[in-house]
């Protein structure tokens, strides 16, 4: 059963595709050539479906870091007679402008792995189990000059080697020793069948790679950090995490780098989550203008809006996600040859909740449309006839049921979330009428939006739960209502806004003061089980609270969230909020997404108090 903690995971990326690394060493996470491509390496989802292992032989203890300002994982083993460094690393291209924005460009499709010994003399045993297709294939390996091939299916792969590898049917190992100043080099690389096939590498050409993607990170890090406050590196980091999970040749930006890693171990709330949602694109660009910069919120709404285009129409509601090419069938299927994490089950790839109405997706495109108003002038005018049909659809479909921000598979309601951002879909588009020369659609506009904010404001309320409810009718909460305030529909210190915001803070936490979804005991989501808490969702209340002007409350409940993150500052989706241990696909980037817009919610409001 394959069972590592989900945080003692490390994330490589190319801005093609990511790994993930173990504490021991181990790529337990790859999948080649796109993040959404079947792993080649699955051992996270089950013992059988590969790995490439590299650690000392016998006993050690391990540390590990990135190096600074990438995400170039060192692992630093100590051990009896020495100490020795795996340093991962999945190759970027040469930045020869040295101006930092085409990070993710010209990638070799090379996973690096030096191994130096510090001190002493230790031992190193190697293991390479490929098992491309998610674990199906067993491909023939075969010995070359410099390493071996690895053939089945529709990939070859090449491990480039210093050291003699022994093989076996589809499994080679090496042991090796190493003394101190000692380093080898070793390199995967992966062509399909249909490519001219890759070489092997030289030991120079190798540790060249490295320097070079060393110094892209570096030079993308020093050129994209607009925040500046006391979480300065949680922050920085994060915004690398979102460049990691970013792929460049579209500039969509996934969810995480994972599928199927449970909400409860043992459940069935497995989800694929590497794709690209619509639901995520304003609070996207929001924490990309903060710990990024421009360039990429532009790159991720060039993506948005090409990828969206054509998918609205009278009769055609706006797709709620993406495939990472810009792909719209996600359908999603099981793979039953796999266990799961800690024999969570099923696991799927694709994503069924591609086809689903969600009616909050016209706001979220029109806010971030008009966080970019001054680019705005730019667009062609098929771009602008496309924002123009959302806020018709956001008038038109502001009165259905829809399957709501959670993407709920139970029955549709009227979610009070996505009727706030209806409302928001209409303000922006008001705002935006100029540019989007729509001023005779403004009266309409206008008096659509009042409609919509009525019937929140008289429908949303409960008076027995003394908050706004997750839908119209209920009593349950909901951590999306947060959103009222951060998005502007309500003051933060509206007197309804404050009681939903301390109804939530102190009925939809777990003990240790981090915020649920929602209580899944009501059923409204149509699955069994449970689930844990949300970073986001604890995010969003120390943003609300910032908004609120209570900001040293705002801080507390943002440390505490970002006190989840691993040693190497990664966050997962959920808390289990029993062990404290991380859920749910990792690393996610809706929970870096709410740490960036949390720090400088409560860093604005530390500024605004002191004036």
Not at 114 to 142: K, N, T
Not at 308 to 329: K, N, R, Y
Not at 412 to 424: G, I, N
């Amino acid at each position: 059963m394959s069972g590592v903690p989900i945080a003692d995971h490390a994330l490589l990326s190319d801005c093609h595709t990511a790994a993930l690394v173990t504490r021991d060493g181990s790529v337990d996470w790859l999948c080649c050539p796109r993040f959404d491509s079947p792993s080649v390496f699955g051992r996270l989802l089950d013992d059988e479906a590969g790995h490439w292992s590299i650690a000392p032989v016998g006993p050690y203890t391990a540390t590990r870091r990135y190096l600074d300002q990438t995400l170039v994982l060192e692992t630093t083993f100590h051990t009896p007679d020495g100490t020795l460094a795996v340093t991962d690393a999945l190759a970027l291209g040469p930045n020869e402008d040295k101006h930092g924005h085409d990070l993710g460009r010209g990638v070799p499709h090379l996973l690096i792995r030096s191994v130096s010994c510090r001190d002493g003399e230790v031992r190193a045993r190697l293991s390479f189990q490929p098992r491309p297709e998610y674990g199906l294939l067993r491909p023939l390996l075969s010995a070359i000059d410099g390493g071996l091939t690895a053939r089945g299916g529709a990939e070859r792969l090449v491990l480039s080697s210093p050291v003699p590898l022994h093989h076996v049917n589809c499994d080679a190992d090496a042991e090796f020793t190493l003394r101190v100043g000692d380093e080898l080099w070793f390199a995967l690389q992966r062509s399909a069948m249909y490519h001219e096939p890759v070489r092997t590498w030289s030991q120079d050409e190798i540790a060249d790679w490295m320097a070079v993607t060393v110094d892209a990170w570096r030079v993308w890090s020093k050129l994209h950090q607009n925040y500046q406050g006391p979480w300065r590196e949680l922050v920085g980091h994060s915004g690398r995490v979102l460049q990691g999970l970013t792929f460049k040749p579209s500039g969509a930006i996934v969810a995480a780098a994972t599928t199927s890693l449970p909400e409860q171990i043992g459940g069935v709330r497995n989800w694929d989550y590497r794709y690209s949602w619509v639901r995520d694109a304003s609070f996207t660009l929001k924490a990309l203008w903060v710990a990024a910069c421009p360039d990429e919120a532009r790159d991720f709404f060039s993506y948005m809006t090409t990828a969206a285009a054509g998918s609205i129409g009278p009769d055609t509601p706006l797709q709620i996600m993406f495939g990472v090419g810009g792909e719209h069938d996600l359908s999603e299927r099981i793979l039953p040859h796999l266990r799961g994490w800690r024999d969570s089950r099923p696991v799927r790839v694709g994503n069924g909740a591609w086809n689903q109405q969600q009616i909050d997706v016209y706001g979220e495109v029109l806010s971030a449309a008009h966080r970019l108003a001054e680019k705005i002038t730019d667009i062609d005018d098929d771009t602008r006839s496309f924002l123009v049909a959302l806020a018709d659809a956001a008038v038109v479909r502001s009165d259905e049921r829809d399957h709501g921000i959670w993407e709920v598979r139970g029955e549709p309601r009227h979610f009070l979330y996505s009727k706030v951002m209806c409302w928001v879909a209409l303000d922006r588009a008001i705002a935006l009428a100029d540019s989007l020369r729509a001023q005779d659609r403004v009266p309409g506009w206008t008096a659509a939006r009042a409609e919509v904010r009525e019937r929140v404001l008289r429908d949303g309320w409960n008076e027995q739960a003394g908050a706004y409810t997750q839908y119209f009718g209920a009593t349950a909460l909901d951590a999306s209502c947060l959103m009222m305030a951060i998005v502007g529909f309500l003051p933060a210190d509206d007197p309804r806004m404050l009681a939903t915001i301390e109804a939530i803070a102190d009925r939809l936490t777990d003990d240790r003061g981090l915020v649920y979804r929602y209580r899944t005991e009501g059923g409204v989501d149509g699955l069994e089980g449970d689930e844990g808490t949300f970073l986001l969702c604890t995010f969003w209340l120390a943003e609300a609270l910032a908004l609120a002007g209570r900001v040293n409350r705002a801080a507390e409940v943002f440390e505490r969230a970002a006190g989840y993150a691993n040693d190497v500052g990664l966050l997962a989706e959920e808390i289990d909020p029993v062990t404290g241990e991380m859920l749910g696909n990792f690393p996610q980037a809706f929970s870096h997404i709410g740490l960036v817009n949390a720090a400088w919610a409560v860093s604005q409001a530390r500024h605004r108090a002191a004036l």
